[in-house]
């Protein structure tokens, strides 16, 4: 595995792969690596001949009180992670390398990107959309893969490549859980043992929402109360949203059908994190 940190040198070696005939495969991260990101690498290299990995924090995605400043970096580990995992080449850019002096650019989703996160975190969507479209521009992958774990922001994603027309094929890969169903999550790190333990209760709500529209359930209302009701059984969560929406626009639903997305955000602690589950009914 190479790694490199200036745009001159990724684009030679994107460029030689190409000379070769050889696709390539990306996948945007922030580092603090987990089996979830691993699982991206794998599912990445079966679709090209070549894996292009980045790690980079992006400042503009987080809002003002945010945990920027600690957010996990672990950029050893995450290289060794990398380089076992398949990865031929790590992206390592610096803030000033992705954002020059003098940058004024800024690329901005309108619905699917309004409500949930958009409206819990104003900014951070905008910041997704400028940052993966410049990655875009320079790795220019045939096909970036993207996890299922931050459901609003792959269809933002899908969004903005379609409206944009940027040739490249979106692919995403299902959540990778921990054993008690938790989601994997860089954030994850932060919690304290009892914090570890409460975050469980994610899973569960959703699985047991699930369990209700598989039996039959098809009002929205319904699965939201019982979202908000196996959480808040939870005294260390805070629940921000719990909803059902569709799964292409992200806007609420009132009687379930089609393609829909369970999102859930909640708060224990210091830690903010999200899940969902994505459903399809007759
Ligand atoms: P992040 O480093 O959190 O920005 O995530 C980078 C990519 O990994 C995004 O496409 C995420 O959706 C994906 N990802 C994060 N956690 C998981 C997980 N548990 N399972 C699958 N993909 C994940």
């Not at 819990?120 to 220019?140: D, E, K, M, Y």
């Amino acid at each position: 595995m190479e790694t490199v940190r200036s745009t001159n040198e990724l684009s030679s070696w994107v460029e030689s792969w190409r000379l070769e005939n050889r696709t390539v495969g990306f996948v945007p991260t922030m580092g603090a690596l987990h089996e979830g990101h691993l699982e991206l690498v794998r599912h990445a290299s079966q679709l090209a001949d070549r894996v292009v990995v980045s790690i980079f924090v992006n400042p503009t995605q987080f809002g003002p009180g945010e945990d920027f400043a600690r957010y996990p970096r672990n950029e050893d580990q995450d290289s060794e992670l990398l380089q076992e995992g398949g990865c031929h080449l790590l992206f390592l850019p610096e803030t000033s390398t992705i954002y020059q002096e003098g940058h004024s650019t800024c690329v901005e989703v309108d619905t699917p990107a309004k409500r949930l996160e958009g409206e819990s975190r104003p900014g951070h969507f905008r910041g997704v959309a400028t940052v993966v479209t410049q990655l875009l521009n320079l790795v220019r992958p045939s096909v970036a893969v993207f996890g299922q774990k931050d459901a609003q922001q792959l269809a933002v994603i899908r969004r903005l490549v379609r409206d944009l027309h940027l040739p490249v094929e979106i692919a995403s890969h299902p959540t990778v859980r921990e054993p008690d169903g938790l989601a994997m999550s860089s954030r994850n790190a932060n919690l304290s043992a009892d914090e570890r333990t409460a975050a469980a209760a994610i899973y569960r709500a959703l699985s047991s929402a699930r369990q209700r529209i598989e039996q039959g359930e098809r009002s929205a209302e319904a699965i939201r109360r019982g979202l908000r009701e196996v959480l808040e059984g939870e005294l260390l969560i805070d629940i921000e949203y719990a909803e059902v929406v569709e799964a292409d626009n992200f806007e609420p639903i009132r009687r379930l059908r089609g393609s829909i997305v369970m999102p859930v955000a909640v708060r224990i602690g210091t830690t903010r994190l999200i899940d969902n589950f994505s459903l399809e009914i007759d």
